[in-house]
């Protein structure tokens, strides 16, 4: 685990780590959420929808920048103040997604900066792009 | 579940539903995630950054998110195309959580719409507000 610091952080810093959806994965969330919304859980009505396989989460995807905050930058001092998130493209199981960051913004006044992030899957699709912003334990 | 079309939605419609904490979210989390932060796995850490016990991740709670939309409003049809939160306080194990959404914007050309959301915990306290911006299934 990273343990960035304030005093660590600057402009074009990146960390990524890379994932590969599981079904697994999309049976826990659906077990901590309950979100039962057939497009996630229902091959038939995603492929009667126009998808080629039910279609993962985007807040699951998404909760893996969790880890790239907590884990990676700024690592075990994070605390995340805010998050935004477009969804660009669809993601299915079986995708090897690379979640990323770069440092875009620091403000030295209170301790915060912010990262651009990304979500890319294994065709160099760009499937989620955002920013987060975010502040650091004591 | 709803199955509220693009014509149903009209502002100030409103869902929310209610969801306790529980460990087993957060075991189920970290292992989707791999986030081993310590904030959230290690209540001594926790208490001695300040907090009464380990810190739910946010992402975990900005979850439920996803059942607002894909269950609730507008459920069955609901296609996420962006999510904005702030995290305004922390969350612990154990608290009672009310996950709300109410239409604010609704864009006829595009056919999709923005709700305000938010969840407030069993104390009245605003823990996330954001908003998310969602469109329709065929």
Redesign the interface.
């Known amino acids: 685990?990273n343990i960035y610091r304030f005093e660590d952080i600057e402009l074009g810093l990146t960390e990524s780590f890379n994932?590969t959806i599981t079904a697994d994965?999309m049976d826990?969330?659906k077990?901590?959420?309950?979100?039962?919304?057939?497009?996630?859980c229902d091959k038939a009505f995603s492929k009667q929808?126009?998808f080629r396989d039910r279609v993962v989460?985007?807040?699951?995807t998404?909760?893996?920048?969790?880890?790239l905050a907590?884990?990676y930058l700024p690592?075990?001092k994070?605390?995340?103040?805010?998050?935004?998130?477009?969804?660009k493209k669809p993601v299915f199981i079986g995708d090897e997604l690379t979640i990323s960051g770069t440092v875009s913004e620091i403000d030295d006044k209170f301790k915060v900066f912010t990262m651009k992030v990304s979500v890319i899957n294994q065709d160099n699709e760009k499937v989620i792009r955002g920013s987060m912003r975010i502040g650091f334990?004591?």
Chains 1, 2 share one sequence.
């Open positions: 685990m994932v994965m826990a969330f077990n901590i959420t309950g979100d039962v919304n057939p497009l996630h929808e126009g989460y985007g807040l699951l998404s909760s893996f920048f969790s880890t907590g884990v690592g075990e994070s605390l995340i103040h805010e998050i935004q998130f477009k969804y334990l004591p």
